[in-house]
């Protein structure tokens, strides 16, 4: 069956750094567009990232856009997300995503906390 394992959060001061990783299974990976969402206390779940199958191309939203890099490894069946810069409003649940014809999957998750 699918699996995503997220993996790599915790608690940084503002300006600092984390980077996350999502080890898949049980899906053609190597195949597979990966994105990153996250999701803040009382907010919507939000896209962050998205990285094409071979990481020939990302996307980011504009509020991760130069501070955040996702990039995959299709020979360990990871993705990662490299955050640099970040701030409190970075607070949030990292959640790792792939959609197989009509269906999305998910991780369950990192905490992700910008603190001082």
């Known amino acids: 069956q699918v699996q995503l394992v997220e993996s790599g959060g915790g608690l940084v001061q503002p300006g600092g750094s984390l980077r996350l990783s999502c080890a898949a299974s049980?899906?053609?990976?190597?195949?597979?567009?990966m994105r990153w969402y996250r999701q803040a206390p009382g907010k919507e779940r939000e896209w962050v990232a998205s990285?094409?199958?071979?990481?020939?191309?990302?996307d980011y939203a504009d509020s991760v856009k130069g501070r955040f890099t996702i990039s995959r490894d299709n020979a360990r069946n990871t993705v990662y997300l490299q955050m640099n810069s970040l701030t409190p409003e970075d607070t949030a649940v990292y959640y790792c995503?792939?959609?197989?014809?009509?269906?999305?999957?998910w991780g369950q998750g990192t905490q992700v906390t910008v603190s001082s």
């Open positions: 995503n792939t959609r197989l014809g009509p269906n999305d999957y």
């Open positions: 049980g899906f053609a990976f190597s195949s597979k567009v």
């Open positions: 990285i094409t199958s071979t990481g020939a191309i990302s």
